[in-house]
């Protein structure tokens, strides 16, 4: 008898552990995927919910709005259906951090650009962060300032780390508002979106460095960068394919254009250095700073222009600039201009192919040529003063 309870204890001890397994990793839960939809108004973990890594967890039917703190787990894969849109507002925020092996998926029912409309951020947050993340198939609304899988608008911050962004119908990301903030912004990949994969304000510059890529299957393979006044400090670092700026930027701080760095003018655009700012391009002998038309035609872009500036800060240093001088302004009718009592130095650097001349001074303007400058194929002469 004491044998047999033995044996029957054994026996029990394996299936109990043949069960923990089957807990452990046994199938998918007999469940349906959980809807999400309408305000959320206080605090959710969206968990896991099956080990398949194909099977949706979540769907997003029409807009789902976040007014409280949402996080999404590693591994969760949601769904999105025609025209859906997930909007964070002011009172709350999205954490979606995935892991490497472990990501987190927002996809469209289908796989077809625009078959959503957007992820829109109206949330200062500093939890809203977006990290090993999979994005797809977004961009669907033609609304203004939401033309993007991915917009900021108010004040809102985003932290987007080891993320992919691809086959938006739109942009993969507008940052919209000159108040917007980037704290982290780095290895990420926008690709295959029918127009720009980044869009934002010169004030967000300085979060973009050569760690994200950019450069494949775009509509534009370039950073648009949409003009306005700039009162903060900007450093402007060297991207993985160019910067286009549109409109005039006006910097009425501190400015920095690092080596290497590639910004394509586009029609009529304009650099102005007000009497509060100071414009330092500082390329090397090994890496060149390049400013010059999006398209290689005379006076496609209008200037640099340093308004009154007469601070020390003010050089050019291993810079090629062409293809400017689109503007018949009086005193702006080189491609690097000044007026009232700005200041400039320049060295090792070339000012080529102006619609009119390579530098046009005011009256009380002064620039001190360091030597090895170059000048060639502007047409109404090198220096106008």
């Known amino acids: 008898m004491k044998l047999h309870n033995l ?43 099956f080990t398949n890594p194909a099977a949706s967890d979540y769907i997003v039917q029409g807009t789902f709005t976040i007014a409280a703190g949402v996080t999404v787990e590693p591994g969760v894969r949601i769904t999105m259906t025609p025209g859906a849109r997930i909007d964070i507002n002011s009172s709350g925020s999205l954490s979606a951090v995935g892991t490497e092996d472990n990501p987190i998926f927002i996809e469209g029912e289908q796989d077809a650009r625009g078959y959503w409309d957007f992820i829109r951020f109206q949330s200062n947050n500093p939890n809203n962060r977006l990290e090993h993340c999979v994005i797809s198939h977004g961009g669907g609304s033609s609304l203004s300032n939401r033309q993007a899988a991915i917009t900021l608008v108010s004040n809102a911050q985003l932290s987007m780390v080891n993320t992919v962004i691809r086959e938006s119908a739109r942009n993969g990301i507008i940052v919209t508002d000159t108040d917007n903030r980037l704290p982290e912004f780095e290895n990420n990949i926008v690709t295959n979106c029918e127009q720009y994969p980044i869009s934002i304000r010169p004030q967000q510059l300085s979060s973009i460095d050569e760690s994200t890529e950019f450069t494949t299957g775009n509509g534009f393979n370039q950073i ?29 701080n501190s400015a920095e254009i690092g080596p290497g760095t590639l910004i394509e003018m586009g029609p009529g655009a304009r650099i102005e250095v007000r009497s509060t700012g100071s414009l330092a391009i500082n390329g090397t002998e090994t890496e060149r700073v ?34 400017g001088g689109g503007s018949s302004l009086s005193n702006r009718t080189g491609i690097i201009s000044s007026r009232g009592n700005s200041f400039f130095a320049m060295g090792n650097s070339s000012i080529t192919n102006s619609m009119r001349y390579g530098i046009t001074l005011g009256n009380s303007s002064t620039w001190e040529d360091l030597d090895g400058n170059e000048f060639s194929g502007n047409e109404l002469g090198d220096i106008n003063d």
Do not use: H, M
């Open 224 to 252: 648009f960068v949409r003009g306005t006044s700039v009162s903060p400090a900007v450093t402007i670092n060297r991207a993985a394919g160019p910067y286009f700026f549109e409109g005039t930027t006006s910097f009425e």
């Open 290 to 323: 390049t400013i010059t038309g999006a398209e290689a035609a005379k006076g496609y872009w209008d200037f640099i222009y340093f308004n009154d500036s007469n601070s020390l800060n003010n050089e050019i240093l291993y810079a090629d600039i062409s293809y």
């Open 7 to 49: 044996l029957l204890l054994g026996l029990l001890a394996v299936l109990f552990a043949a069960c923990d397994s089957d807990d452990d990793n046994g199938p998918d839960p007999d469940v349906d995927p959980i809807i999400l939809s309408g305000t959320q108004s206080t605090p959710l973990t969206l968990d896991n919910i």
